[in-house]
Structures are given as structure tokens and as C-alpha cells.
């Protein structure tokens, strides 16, 4: 858990100002800032699989550190480099990154905490959010000296705390795939592509990915849109992210009580997507007021709405985060967790690609037709439609119930 809040503190002190850097600095349409930060998300979470599987043969251990490595040439890369292809190029080494330690953390987590999972990724949710939170300041500060300082010192975090990780962090490897060589990788994927529950409930989630994610692309745009360039700008997205970073640190693990006591994981799930969903209500409440045109006072009250939107876009997730990740683990059978944690992601990624690029694309469209409501009422609908998915699923069981196992080979239905 401290291991992953250090790596949140280089991440974020970094990526909520990327948007603004791609669009402003370099002046690039919205499309493309949208292409190169949904490339990050495809190389993360659409090689999650790959990720999981090395994890899950090779042991949790090592591909923390090789995903350390990659981070830190990444995010050296996107400091010195001002040109889309290389821009695109780290930006999908970051993502590659991602897709070697995420997976093998997470299954980490769930293997050493047994029975009290959801505690644990609640647990686990504070220290992630503690770097979202710290992360941000650092980088508002190191951005007033220049994106290229922060660049450079979110790498030097990661090649620090890979250092440390090479000396400090115990093995682990996942039970099932120590002695057994005679199983094949292509074997193992069919089988997980078999547990159609685990299908059903990786699709019906795509959304609530896509959601989040508007936090580092929609959300800092609006907060532009409305209150301009320059510090005042890198100032309120800083504080969106303080705001959302601390109602988790202070608010999580009640969340989670609170929910597990009054509600199957189902449920809650469902509620948290829904309360997603309507994190996007105040940025169209907005849009019926005109952009103001001068005054830190103005300015300052056009930034509420995308803060809101972000405090609760992180309620929805306090809700979720700790079912979802116990749900991935209950339908893989407790087996090749790691692999199934990254062919979970590896779907959202792949989803949250295609969001981007339409979000992009919708707030290009919006700003030229005069229709600044379309992109908010196109992600409420989307909330809408995930949520109506997962109510579903929970009742027809498909949440609860393990995956049935055939012969000789686990995790098929």
C-alpha cells in the first residue's frame, strides 16, 4: 500500500496537467490531446492481460519492477519531446508501464489479505487516493517552474522507488502456477474468455472507466474553458484534485462499512456507477450560464462545477472500488487473479480508448456548434446505461454466483 502511494505521488504530479499542457503550450486540438492520453490508457489497461499473465508466471515481484523502469523512460520522454509521435510514443510507454505493476499489485493485495478483501481494497483505495492527493500539489508547484521540471521529477520518483523496491519488497507469486508448467498461456485465456459472468461484468464497468477518466481530459479542459490560462488555471485543477483526493482518505473505509453492512456487493456497485453518472449533472447545470469574462471572483466561482463533478465522481468510486476489485477476484475462482485483473482491464482499456476519442471529439464539436451541454449529456446517459447493466447482472445473479468449473480446466461456465 505505501509502495503504491508513492507511485500515485510520481503519476499525479504529472498527468492532471498533460491535458492542459497538450492543448495550451502546444496547441493541440482537442482530438488529438484526447488520442495521445486515451494511447496511455490503451498501452495500460489494453495490455493488462499480457501484464497479468507474465504476473501471475513470473511472480508479482519483478514485474513491479520492470513497470518502474518503463515509467520513468516514459515520463523522462514526455519532458524532452514537443512532437505528436514522440508525445505519443512515451505516452504509451507510461501506459505499458502500468499494465506490468497494476496487475501484479493488485494481486498482491487480494492474495495476502484472504478474506478481507473488500477491507483491503478499501484500505488500499486511501493510500492510492493519499498520492492523488499530495501528487497534484507537488506537480502545480514543480509546473510554475516549468512542465519539463515536473516531467522530470515524477521519472526521478519512479527510479527512485524502484530502487527501493528491488531491495525492500518480498516475493510473491501466485499459488496455482508454481510446479505447473504443463498448462499453456493460450489454454489459461480461453478458460478465463469461457467465465461469460466475468465477460458481462467487465463490459457493463467499460463506462464507469470511461467516467473517471474524464477527470484527467474533460473535467481540466472545463476548468480552462471557464476560467482561463495561466496560474489561476493550474490552481483549480489542482484543487479539484485535492478535494476529491481527500473525501477518500477521510471518507473510504466508511463508505465501505456503511455499505457492506446495508447492501450486497451487487448493489453497491450499481450504486456507485449510478452516483458516477450523475457527477456530470452540475457541469450541464453550467452551461446554462455564461463563460465570465474577467474577475479572480468570477473565475473562481466557474470552477465550482467541475470541482463538484469531481467530488463526486470520487463518491461513486468509494462506493464501487472495493466490490469491484472483490468481484474480479470471487468470479476468477481465486485463481490467475493477476491474469484476470488484466484482461478486466485490458476490456475497460479498450473502451476508455474509444471514450476519449469521442469525448474529444464531442467537446471539438460542442465548442464549434455553440452546444457546450453535449458532452455532459452524452456521459450522463452513458452512467445511465451502466448502471442499468449492472442492475442486471446483480439480479440475475451473475455477481454473486462463482464460475461453475468443467474437467480439468477452471474459471469456464
Known sequence: MVNQFAIN??????????????????????????????????SQQGMFLVGGTLADRLGYKPMIIAGLVLRTVGFTTLGLVDSVPALIAAS??????????????????????????????????????????????????????GFRVTCLVAAGTFAVLGVVQIRALPARRAEETKGEGGRGVLA???????????????????GSYVMSFQVYLALPLEVRRLGGEGAFGVAAVAVMFV????????????????????MEPGRALTLGVLVMGTAFLPLLAATAVPVPDGGTGLRLLASVPPTLSALLLSAGTMIAYPF??????????DRLVATHYGLYNTVCGVG?????????????????????????????????????ALHRLHRTGRLSAPPAKTGTRPLTV
Open 324 to 333: 469491484e476489485m472483490d468481484t474480479v477476484v470471487r468470479l476468477s475462482g
Open 243 to 262: 478535494v476529491s483526493g481527500l473525501s477518500t482518505i477521510l471518507f473510504q473505509t466508511g463508505v465501505t462499512a456503511w455499505c457492506r453492512a446495508r
Open 188 to 206: 489459461e485465456w480461453r478458460g478465463i474468455l469461457a467465465n461469460r459472468p466475468f465477460l458481462l461484468f467487465s463490459t457493463a464497468m467499460i
Open 9 to 42: 505521488l510520481g503519476f499525479y504530479m504529472l498527468m492532471p496537467y498533460l491535458a492542459t499542457h497538450l492543448a495550451g503550450p502546444l496547441g493541440l486540438a482537442g482530438w488529438l490531446v484526447g488520442l495521445i492520453l486515451g494511447v496511455r490508457n490503451f
Open 352 to 388: 476508455i480508448t474509444l471514450g476519449n476519442l469521442l469525448t474529444g471529439a464531442a467537446l471539438d464539436a460542442a465548442r464549434r456548434a455553440g452546444m457546450s451541454a453535449l458532452p455532459w449529456l452524452a456521459l450522463v446517459a452513458l452512467g445511465l446505461v451502466c448502471t442499468v
Open 92 to 145: 504509451a510507454a507510461t501506459g505499458l508501464a502500468g499494465a506490468l505493476f497494476n496487475p501484479a499489485t493488485r494481486a498482491y493485495l487480494a492474495l495476502d489479505a484472504g478474506g478481507r478483501r473488500v477491507e483491503a481494497f478499501a484500505l488500499f483505495n486511501v493510500f492510492y487516493q493519499a498520492g492523488i492527493l499530495l501528487g497534484p500539489l507537488v506537480g502545480m508547484v514543480l509546473t510554475g517552474a
